[in-house]
């Protein structure tokens, strides 16, 4: 009787602690869901105002005059230029490095490298915006000859820093997942180590290179501090590279403080922060996506 | 003729990995370079401004000399607040996910939610913290506000790191405790937890970097340009390393006058975000050479 009772207690605790534990876990997606639900209850009345489409396509970003105006096509088009930018040097970058170290580092280097990736990604982006505040903005504007340093390519260099780790982390683990038996398939046919490198290896880690990337460029367009200090700022249409741009995190950022407490610029800025959130969510949702299919394709289904 | 085409093919396919190697070895050099180039700069140039006053003292002058002690209490505090909430969030979460979750839709929805609520932007967390626990929970720009923002934010690095160190308990171990009739919940708390102890540890130490060096999460929700005394309760507002760069080399009237001191900052900063990072990789690097099993 008594040892029927203790485990029947038990089971109950068991069963307890068990629902208790997926409540939990299953707060990351409630929390996830309040996310959205404050930034639309703060966003969204600014659409009493104007409409959907004059937001996201209006060309003029003034939301101090009067009367405002709260166009943020300028502000989408300079995150997606430093964006797009800084993956172009991004991407080679850190794949290169994945490669090097999943294929062709020996073991000391590999462990090196790898510790300098890790500490790459966690370097403050505060401290990456310094840097290209004092050091690369007077370079780059002496050297080029340009009205300011802080502009799309600075960004953009800056960017790609934050970027890199990201992108070779994802890429290496998506090299070393492929099945040894394709390499040594590759090699048995005579092919060089580059040759076995260059057509078997990263094609058939190509669906987790491109989660890598995606989360790399996701990385790089919800990045704030770094485009706050150093795109410039300007709030219009960028005509080339050495132009000044204002990236929506940007322009949440360096006007939230300013902004009157519920008044159209606040729920402005919410609003970018909404159109902010979407676009990194689909970003995720693709690269989430991607590396499902790559986890199924083992070598058995190739 | 045609040996000799032979050769000279294969000499071309040999330099051919030459030239890749070179460029694959060349890239990581780069990286390798950029990392310590950006150290480099910030230590010539801060060590000078790096002296005790500097870390014990408040700023005076308008800012413009003193110290920054506040900002590294603040980032402290912060911090510590951030730790306290993520940590036991994540090690539950991730318990879940690997000790008692079965495959299916539930399961699947949270691995969702969790790698979408990594690719939050920290601005957007900034924003949802101002919304939410500033605005509509009353806690105002405070500690406690920026301390819940950011345990959020680092929630998904925790719960990664838990689970994989739990992933790594062999299985034998359950398996044995269970076979000596020890509950489900015995078996996790007496032996799977303290097995993934260590690599829990390092999760915890590297969210801890990444919070204290995070900057627009807790712009709109705690942090303050000055304070004239130290927080005294969670509901204060602080002063905040990221943020005190920031503001010194953006807002201030005296930019140039003030380098030293943004220099100076930076370095502390990184000495303390890679510092705590570095300790976190070598935890890890012995606690694998260590492995009993």
Redesign the interface.
């Known amino acids: 009787m008594e040892i029927r009772k203790r485990a029947l207690t038990?089971r109950i605790?068991?069963v307890l602690?068990?629902n208790?534990?997926?409540f939990?876990?299953?707060?990351?997606?409630l929390?996830?869901g309040?996310?959205v639900l404050?930034?639309f209850?703060?966003g969204l009345p600014l659409f009493k105002q104007i409409t959907v489409s004059q937001f996201l396509f209006g060309s003029a970003w003034y939301p101090t005059y009067n009367p405002p105006e709260y166009g943020i096509w300028p502000l989408i088009v300079g995150s997606l230029i430093v964006t797009i930018l800084a993956c172009l040097i991004a991407v080679?970058?850190g794949l290169?490095?994945a490669?090097?170290?999943s294929e062709?580092?020996p073991l000391r280097i590999k462990?090196i490298?790898k510790?300098?990736?890790?500490?790459?990604a966690?370097?403050?982006?505060?401290?990456?915006?310094?840097?290209g505040?004092?050091?690369v903005a007077p370079w780059m504007q002496e050297t080029f000859d340009l009205p300011t340093g802080l502009n799309i390519v600075n960004a953009s260099v800056m960017l790609a820093?934050m970027a890199?780790p990201t992108i070779?982390s994802i890429s290496e683990d998506a090299l070393y997942a492929v099945p040894r038996e394709f390499k040594e398939a590759s090699y048995a046919l005579g092919a060089?180590?580059?040759?076995t490198?260059?057509k078997v290896a990263v094609p058939a880690a190509f669906s987790g290179i491109s989660t890598a990337v995606i989360?790399g460029m996701?990385?790089a367009?919800?990045?704030?501090?770094v485009v706050?200090?150093v795109a410039g700022g300007a709030a219009a249409i960028p005509r080339g590279i050495f132009d000044s741009v204002r990236p929506m995190?940007a322009s949440?950022?360096a006007e939230?403080?300013e902004a009157p407490?519920q008044s159209g610029h606040y729920h402005a800025?919410?609003a970018t922060?909404i159109v902010?959130?979407f676009i990194?969510?689909a970003?995720?949702?693709i690269?989430?996506y991607l590396s499902n299919r790559f986890k199924e394709e083992g070598s058995g289904t190739l | 003729m045609k040996a000799e085409t032979q050769a000279s093919f294969m000499k071309w396919r040999y330099f051919r990995q030459g030239l890749f190697f070179g460029v694959v070895r060349l890239s990581a050099l780069i990286i390798t370079l950029a990392l310590l180039g950006i150290i480099a700069f910030l230590v010539v140039n801060g060590w000078k401004a790096v002296t005790w006053g500097f870390l014990t003292l408040p700023p005076t002058d308008s800012m413009t000399k003193g110290g920054i002690m506040p900002a590294i209490v603040g980032t402290f505090y912060l911090t510590v607040g951030a730790i306290c909430v993520a940590l036991p969030l994540g090690v539950v979460s991730a318990i879940y996910l690997t000790e008692y979750a079965k495959q299916g839709l539930f399961i699947r929805i949270i691995r969702v939610g969790v790698n979408c609520l990594a690719g939050v932007p920290s601005v957007v967390f900034g924003l949802f913290g101002l919304g939410f626990f500033v605005v509509f929970l009353h806690f105002g720009s405070s500690i406690l506000a920026g301390s819940l923002t950011l345990g959020i934010l680092i929630l998904p690095t925790i719960i990664g790191a838990a689970e994989e160190a739990l992933k790594a308990v062999p299985q034998t171990f359950r398996e044995a405790s269970l076979a000596l009739g020890v509950s489900k919940w015995r078996t996790i708390s007496r032996i799977v937890l303290p097995s993934a102890l260590p690599g829990i540890l390092t999760g915890a130490i590297l969210g801890v970097g990444r919070a204290a060096g995070e900057t627009a999460p807790i712009m709109f929700t705690a942090a303050a340009f000055f304070t004239a005394s130290l927080p005294k309760s969670i509901f204060d507002e602080v002063m905040a390393l990221p943020y005190h760069i920031y503001v010194l080399a953006t807002a201030g009237t005296h930019i140039e006058q003030t380098r030293p001191l943004q220099y100076g900052t930076a370095l502390v900063l990184i000495a303390l975000v890679l510092g705590i990072d570095l300790v976190a990789i070598v935890i890890r690097s012995m606690v694998r050479r260590k492995k009993r099993w």
């Open positions: 038990s605790r068991e602690i068990r208790l534990f997926a939990f876990a299953f707060l990351s997606v929390l996830l309040l996310i404050f930034l209850r703060e080679p970058f290169l490095a490669v090097y170290i062709i580092a462990e490298l510790s300098v990736i890790e500490l790459l966690g370097l403050p982006s505060v401290v990456l915006g310094f840097f505040m004092v050091i820093v890199i070779s060089t180590k580059y040759e490198i260059v989360l996701a990385r367009i919800g990045e704030t501090m706050l200090m995190p949440i950022a939230m403080g407490f800025l919410f922060g902010l959130f990194t969510l970003f995720n949702l690269a989430d």
